[in-house]
């Protein structure tokens, strides 16, 4: 059999599999797709919550240059504080917690990845990450001085687990939503009758796909101006700039209400969405077993999907340059604006707009000139790596390297623009790399080796830290060189290869030979 011969076979396959009217997807609930990521646009676990575990760190920290817990940090002094065995920088600590926080999403992750592939139960599970993770946001309501930094420990490495586990089944919710939409059933029909080819299908999906990527971008994007809008209002409301106390307490309020707001915006998204069908669990194997076994069916696939591997590595090594450099900026941004609830809302307002419009002009250009999806993200990585430099140069001098007021402004704009894109397009590549019928199981691997790498950076980027005498740009030395070398596999990926790799792993799959081991 043909190549093309292999591909239409899975086209084929596919129509008959989920083409059928019961699950074509809708505009409501594309829409309710949309909306929800509006709640879980990162604003809980993934912005205000690191930024009040590090305040609670700040406030209960110390001078170093002064006896234990005799004075205060300073902002223009170090800040420690004892923890897991050894006083620490504040800065470090969060790095080190960081990189705990992604060891354990990576073990969930490898244990339930797989469970989102059988059954018609899927959406279950992102269900029950929005429901923790919203229980989470309302329990900092009970963490509002630094007495209680040790519980801030916790809720911050939970609420990051669960935000992140709910964002990664979200997600991979997509590529299932554009194989059914009509327009998409209609061209594979076309393809059957001989009046389309196999490749300007495959264009015209991938487009698709990134159309729907990038829409939920721009959404969100859109939502999230609203929300950081009231939020201004309620931190007027809190009297925030007037004392530390307020301050503090206006970081768990905040954190509460972009909580309250995601699962208001989950819910659509919860009762909307269509069951597809997924796969039958292998004979002999348990819901408690098959995650590990189908993932590590899928690195042993990876092998034989030379391309999907060659991406996975690049994924692996950027997604570690990507998270450990937001995180280091974070750090250091927090400590700029001295902790401000305040200046860190309207920094996000800035860096969510130029995030929008980023994401919207990239889509534009993509859609104008009808660019592939990698070629996409390699200009993205390209600024990526222009961050990482704008940091390194801050080593040797306090003139420039996020050190001062206005470059957090840049570089929120900066971030927006030139950076945000990368969620969108390393998302869509995955769908690109991938063979359909086991997408969850793939996304869910993606996950997994990101989540891996993301707990590898910081805790490296800790230990540098400490080992410079408390330099904070130094990381950027590892994330530069990392991410350097991550872009040379990135150059090599074919996403034509892989298509002719992933029709013969579907129709391998299709006759139990790929799967084969998997059951016990």
Same mark, same amino acid.
């Given at each position: 059999?043909?190549?093309?011969?292999?591909?239409?076979?899975?086209?084929?396959?596919?129509?008959?599999?989920?083409?059928?009217?019961?699950?074509?997807?809708?505009?409501?609930?594309?829409?309710?797709?949309?909306?929800?990521?509006?709640?879980?646009?990162?604003?809980?676990?993934?912005?205000?919550?690191?930024?009040?575990?590090?305040?609670?760190?700040?406030?209960?920290?110390?001078?170093?240059?002064?006896?234990?817990?005799?004075?205060?940090?300073?902002?223009?002094?170090?800040?420690?504080?004892?923890?897991?065995?050894?006083?620490?920088?504040?800065?470090?600590?969060?790095?080190?917690?960081?990189?705990?926080?992604?060891?354990?999403?990576?073990?969930?992750?490898?244990?339930?990845?797989?469970?989102?592939?059988?059954?018609?139960?899927?959406?279950?599970?992102?269900?029950?990450?929005?429901?923790?993770?919203?229980?989470?946001?309302?329990?900092?309501?009970?963490?509002?001085?630094?007495?209680?930094?040790?519980?801030?420990?916790?809720?911050?490495?939970?609420?990051?687990?669960?935000?992140?586990?709910?964002?990664?089944?979200?997600?991979?919710?997509?590529?299932?939503?554009?194989?059914?939409?009509?327009?998409?059933?209609?061209?594979?029909?076309?393809?059957?009758?001989?009046?389309?080819?196999?490749?300007?299908?495959?264009?015209?999906?991938?487009?698709?796909?990134?159309?729907?990527?990038?829409? #939920?971008?721009?959404?969100? !994007?859109?939502?999230?101006?609203?929300? @950081?809008? *009231?939020?201004?209002?309620?931190?007027? /409301? %809190?009297?925030?700039?007037?004392?530390?106390?307020?301050?503090?307490?206006?970081?768990?309020?905040?954190?509460?209400?972009?909580?309250?707001?995601?699962?208001?915006?989950?819910?659509?998204?919860?009762?909307?969405?269509?069951?597809?069908?997924?796969?039958?669990?292998?004979?002999?194997?348990?819901?408690?077993?098959?995650?590990?076994?189908?993932?590590?069916?899928?690195?042993?696939?990876?092998?034989?999907?030379?391309?999907?591997?060659?991406?996975?590595?690049?994924?692996?090594?950027?997604?570690?340059?990507?998270?450990?450099?937001?995180?280091?900026?974070?750090?250091?941004?927090? #400590?700029?604006?001295?902790? !401000?609830?305040?200046?860190?809302?309207? @920094?996000? *307002?800035?860096?969510?707009?130029?995030? /929008? %419009?980023?994401?919207?002009?990239?889509?534009?250009?993509?859609?104008?000139?009808?660019?592939?999806?990698?070629?996409?993200?390699?200009?993205?990585?390209?600024?990526?790596?222009?961050?990482?430099?704008?940091?390194?140069?801050?080593?040797?001098?306090?003139?420039?390297?996020?050190?001062?007021?206005?470059?957090?402004?840049?570089?929120?704009?900066?971030?927006?623009?030139?950076?945000?894109?990368?969620?969108?397009?390393?998302?869509?590549?995955?769908?690109?790399?991938?063979?359909?019928?086991?997408?969850?199981?793939?996304?869910?691997?993606?996950?997994?080796?990101?989540?891996?790498?993301?707990?590898?950076?910081?805790?490296?980027?800790?230990?540098?830290?400490?080992?410079?005498?408390?330099?904070?740009?130094?990381?950027?030395?590892?994330?530069?060189?990392?991410?350097?070398?991550?872009?040379?596999?990135?150059?090599?990926?074919?996403?034509?290869?892989?298509?002719?790799?992933?029709?013969?792993?579907?129709?391998?799959?299709?006759?139990?030979?790929?799967?084969?081991?998997?059951?016990?």
């Amino acid at each position: 059999m043909s190549e093309k011969e292999k591909v239409a076979e899975d086209i084929t396959v596919r129509e008959e599999d989920s083409g059928s009217q019961q699950w074509t997807t809708t505009r409501i609930e594309l829409w309710a797709f949309y909306v929800y990521y509006i709640g879980n646009n990162g604003l809980s676990g993934f912005n205000f919550g690191p930024s009040q575990f590090q305040n609670l760190l700040f406030l209960a920290g110390y001078d170093p240059s002064q006896p234990p817990f005799t004075a205060p940090c300073g902002a223009d002094t170090d800040c420690v504080l004892p923890y897991l065995g050894r006083v620490r920088d504040v800065n470090s600590i969060v790095l080190l917690t960081n990189g705990i926080s992604f060891a354990l999403q990576a073990v969930v992750l490898l244990m339930v990845g797989a469970w989102a592939d059988y059954g018609t139960w899927r959406p279950n599970i992102t269900i029950f990450f929005t429901i923790f993770a919203v229980a989470v946001s309302f329990a900092w309501l009970g963490v509002e001085d630094a007495s209680k930094w040790e519980a801030g420990v916790a809720l911050y490495m939970l609420g990051l687990i669960t935000y992140q586990c709910a964002l990664t089944f979200w997600t991979a919710a997509f590529p299932g939503l554009a194989r059914d939409l009509p327009e998409v059933q209609e061209s594979a029909a076309r393809v059957d009758a001989g009046e389309k080819t196999i490749e300007e299908h495959a264009n015209y999906e991938s487009l698709e796909r990134n159309r729907i990527s990038n829409v #939920s971008f721009a959404v969100c !994007s859109a939502g999230e101006i609203i929300i @950081l809008a *009231i939020m201004v209002g309620i931190l007027k /409301g %809190l009297k925030s700039d007037e004392s530390t106390e307020n301050n503090t307490k206006a970081f768990s309020v905040l954190i509460a209400f972009a909580g309250g707001v995601w699962l208001l915006c989950a819910l659509p998204w919860f009762f909307l969405e269509k069951r597809r069908p997924g796969l039958a669990l292998p004979l002999g194997a348990s819901m408690l077993t098959i995650g590990f076994k189908q993932t590590f069916v899928a690195f042993r696939e990876c092998m034989r999907l030379k391309q999907t591997f060659l991406y996975l590595i690049f994924y692996f090594l950027m997604g570690d340059v990507l998270n450990t450099t937001v995180t280091v900026i974070g750090t250091l941004q927090n #400590s700029v604006v001295s902790y !401000s609830t305040l200046q860190l809302t309207l @920094l996000l *307002i800035v860096g969510i707009v130029t995030q /929008g %419009l980023g994401i919207y002009l990239f889509w534009l250009v993509q859609k104008r000139w009808k660019i592939s999806t990698k070629t996409m993200l390699c200009f993205n990585v390209f600024w990526i790596l222009v961050l990482t430099i704008w940091g390194l140069i801050g080593i040797h001098t306090d003139k420039f390297g996020f050190k001062h007021v206005w470059e957090i402004w840049l570089y929120q704009a900066y971030y927006g623009l030139m950076v945000c894109p990368w969620y969108a397009y390393s998302q869509t590549m995955i769908s690109e790399v991938s063979p359909l019928p086991q997408m969850f199981l793939f996304f869910a691997l993606f996950s997994v080796v990101g989540k891996t790498s993301a707990f590898i950076g910081p805790l490296v980027s800790s230990a540098i830290i400490t080992a410079s005498g408390n330099n904070d740009n130094y990381p950027f030395v590892f994330l530069f060189t990392l991410g350097a070398l991550s872009t040379g596999f990135l150059y090599f990926v074919d996403v034509e290869k892989s298509r002719k790799e992933c029709g013969e792993f579907i129709l391998a799959e299709a006759k139990r030979e790929a799967f084969a081991d998997a059951a016990p």
